[in-house]
């Protein structure tokens, strides 16, 4: 048998890199019945069969991470991109992209693009709120070549999802570090300023330099009501170190007395917009219980 990365799967078929070429390649019938579905980044094993060289997954190894959206397996980093302007980004979307990928425990970047829109203070104020958090933020320029090396060093030799809405140039900026990846890029509709769907698959490119990255279709919504409301809190960073310095055990951080969090909040040492993002989730959370 053959080793290999799934790197695209389209209308069940599923192309397997094997490091000197890519065959496309079926799945057994077993992994159906196991209820069990191939993603792109699964390590596979594959059996070649007819004259065509088409494929057969056998094998699919144990998965070091599992992302629900994007469907995709053992990727280690995440780019979170937001446009800085056209589309100006959504606060509460990007919390929700870095809990999805604080809960697979891997590495975050953030990313905003099109820094050359805005004033440095504009940029500023948005890279202070996730820095004091503790993430990794860049900001990037297609047009002015702003920051892109500093992207492309954080991209070598690991399996990054580049993760985020439509139309604030994830596929611009992974043209711009390796312009033979050929991505196709849109414009932000200036009727509804998102961009328009131009990933239609999500596809696993591997870059000159090292590493594989992960273009993916762009959303402007993303549900998180698998996480309960006992562990949400655990995914916001920042209020790791007041967590149990509560009144009460159970603390939910809403309308407790003696609640840390909330005093934390009152002292600016936790931000408000995040602290509002919270509140929306574990909202969303109980609606989705009661139902």
Excluded at 9 to 15: A, E, L, N, R
Aim: one cysteine or more; proline letters at 3%.
């Amino acid at each position: 048998m053959n080793s290999g990365i799934i790197v695209k799967g389209i209308g069940g078929f599923y192309y397997v890199d094997t490091g000197d070429k890519i065959f496309e390649c079926r799945a057994r019938g077993k992994f159906r019945k196991e209820k069990v579905t191939p993603l792109v980044g699964d390590r596979v094993k594959i059996t070649i069969q007819g004259a065509k060289g088409q494929g057969v997954i056998e094998e699919i190894e144990e998965r070091e991470t599992e992302l629900i959206r994007p469907p995709v397996a053992n990727v280690n980093h995440a780019v979170i991109v937001f446009a800085a302007q056209k589309p100006e980004p959504n606060i509460s979307l990007l919390n929700r992209f870095l809990i999805l990928a604080e809960t697979q425990e891997i590495d975050i970047t953030i990313c905003f693009n099109k820094v050359d829109l805005i004033q440095n203070q504009e940029l500023s104020t948005l890279v202070d709120v996730y820095e004091n958090i503790g993430y990794q933020v860049i900001g990037t320029s297609t047009k002015q070549s702003i920051g892109l090396k500093d992207l492309s060093e954080k991209l070598m030799d690991k399996i990054t999802v580049f993760a985020g809405p439509s139309g604030v140039g994830k596929s611009s900026l992974l043209n711009a570090i390796q312009p033979n990846l050929r991505l196709q890029t849109g414009e932000v509709s200036s009727k509804i300023d998102r961009g328009k769907h131009t990933t239609r698959h999500v596809e696993l490119l591997q870059l000159d330099f090292g590493g594989w990255v992960l273009d993916t279709p762009g959303f402007s919504s993303l549900s998180l009501d698998f996480i309960n409301e006992e562990e949400l809190q655990y995914f916001f960073k920042e209020f790791n170190r007041f967590i149990g310095a509560c009144r009460f055990n159970g603390c939910r951080h809403l309308s407790e007395p003696d609640c840390a969090i909330k005093t934390a909040l009152k002292e600016k040492q936790i931000d408000q917009s995040r602290y509002e993002s919270y509140t929306q989730l574990i909202d969303e959370i109980l609606q989705t219980r009661r139902y």
